[in-house]
Every structure is written in C-alpha cells, then in structure tokens.
C-alpha cells in the first residue's frame, strides 16, 4: 500500500532535517522514515487530523511486529516528527505529547571474562608471528584497540588515520550524533596499531582513502568484514561473541577494575550515564557468583 503523497513530502523533509541538524546515520533516518510511512499508511488521513487515540491505536497494531525496542523506537519517530510538525504550523497541537511505548525488560549484555579476551588476543597476535601478512597485523591491531578502547565496529572502520595519536596514545572518535571525544589507547593496541600502520601501504589502494583499517583488497573496511574478524577471532578463542561483547567487556573490566562511571561513560561515548550504568550490574553479578563459589560462608 502506497504511502499518501503529503505524507511522503513531510517525511522526506522531516528526514533531511534529522540528518543534517542531529547528525543521525542514514541507517537510523531510514528506519524513522519506514516506521512514519506505516503510521501514515494505518492512519490514512492528514497530519493535521492524527489524534492521540489514532497514535495509540497504530502502535497497537504493530506490538505483534517487532520487540520492546523496535516500539520505543517508533515512539520516537513519531514524537519527533510531530514535534517538528508543530514548530512548522502543520499541526496546532501535538498528538504524540503523551504516547508511550511500553517498558523494555533490560537484558544485561554477554560479557566475556578477562582470560577469554586475554585468550583470543594472544591467538591473534600469536597468527601474526605464524602468518607475518598484513592481514594479520590488521585483524590483531582490530581485535586489540576494539577491547582498549571500547570503540563501535562503525567507529573503527570510519577511523582516520589523522585521528590516531600514537605519541599521545589516543584516539579521537565521531560517533552518534557526530560528537566527537577522545579515548585512550592501552600498549598493546598502541603496538599492534604501530605495527599494522607500518605494514597497512601493502594493502591500501586509493579507494581506502586516509582510512587507519583496509579491506583485503585495499578498499575501506567494510563493518560486516569486521564482524566476520572478531566472531572467527573469539570463536578460535574458545567464547565466540561479536563486536559489541568486547565493548561491553572494556567497559565491565574497568569498572571492575575500580574506573569511575563518569570517565567510562564518556570513553563509550554514551549520552546518558543511565545507559552506562547497565555495566555495574553486570560486575555486580560477576561478583556475586565469585563470592558465592569462593567463600567459605556464601
């Protein structure tokens, strides 16, 4: 079912809005935009008649479509599409002001422990001393400086080689909303990043541009590359997870290691320190089950 063609001119402006004021990804633009063109198609009248009933009765309809996230995520869509709608006089009132998605059960994320990340990074540096090709050193320097710096599998592959300071050892990162901050490097990635840079002219071609990480070809890192690296790297490790785990495994560490959550919080880059802090419960329970097979009176 096609979408109204006034709908479709307020959402493709509402997009470009989004992208060029709030630094959103494509990715995300065009996931407001689908989840805007189901309500319009549910709804199949004017913006200007959408009222709050009709709002709750579409995202009712689509409860059976998508998990807890997915819901809250079309609330946003549409809370910010009619918020704009309002400040362009589209709307008198905002509909969407009181629209709620229903509450997500937080899953606390795998975490690998320390020794299997310790693990998987000696059997990465280890392929380097076996192999001595540049894709080794890429994938070891990948796999080091994902667990250093609790970077994201887009943010390593959109990394320049301007933003690596390895005097300094940091690196600055863009990430959502296109903010910028910078995180330190531990010695290991530091070395590992040193010696792929050393050997990175042997496979980069002009298409990798001023990329620090390059695809076998030479072309710039694609993130599903990257992803296929680390889940073959972990598995060889013997506890196979994917990207996100090894950032989730920085972050847990360091609070483990007695890092304050303000200082992880802006490492990870998060906007909210409530997103962070699902990382104290994960050391919590990590804790707790050491407590409770060690000592004499758990």
Wanted: with cysteine; net charge positive.
């Amino acid at each position: 079912m096609s979408v109204d063609a006034g709908w479709e001119a307020l959402i493709e402006d509402y997009g470009r809005l989004i992208e060029l004021e709030q630094g959103l990804s494509p990715h995300t633009v065009r996931a407001y935009a689908a989840d805007l063109r189901s309500l319009a198609r549910h709804v199949a009248r004017p913006v200007s008649r959408v009222t709050l009933p009709v709002l709750r009765a579409w995202l009712a309809a689509e409860a059976d479509c998508g998990s807890a996230a997915t819901l809250q995520r079309r609330v946003a869509s549409v809370r910010g599409f009619f918020r704009w709608a309002v400040r362009e006089g589209l709307v008198q009132d905002d509909p969407a002001v009181r629209l709620r998605a229903p509450r997500r059960h937080r899953h606390l994320p795998t975490v690998p422990g320390a020794e299997a990340v310790n693990e998987t990074l000696a059997a990465a540096e280890a392929r380097v001393g076996d192999q001595d090709d540049a894709v080794a050193r890429r994938d070891h320097a990948l796999l080091e400086l994902l667990y250093s710096s609790g970077l994201r599998i887009s943010e390593l592959c959109q990394l320049r080689l301007s933003q690596v300071d390895l005097t300094r050892g940091v690196v600055r990162v863009r990430g959502k909303g296109d903010k910028e901050r910078t995180v330190p490097v531990g010695l290991p990635a530091l070395r590992a990043l040193e010696a792929w840079l050393g050997h990175r002219d042997e496979l980069a071609r002009a298409a990798a541009g001023d990329r620090v990480f390059v695809g076998a070809r030479g072309g710039v890192l694609d993130p599903r590359v990257a992803r296929r690296v680390v889940h073959a790297a972990t598995r060889a490790g013997g506890e196979e997870v994917g990207p996100h785990a090894l950032r989730h495994a920085m972050a847990t560490h360091l609070l483990e290691g007695g890092a304050d959550l303000r200082s992880v919080q802006e490492m990870l880059g998060h906007a909210s320190v409530a997103t962070t802090q699902v990382y104290t419960h994960v050391s919590n329970d990590r804790l707790r089950s050491a407590y409770q097979r060690a000592h004499p009176r758990a």
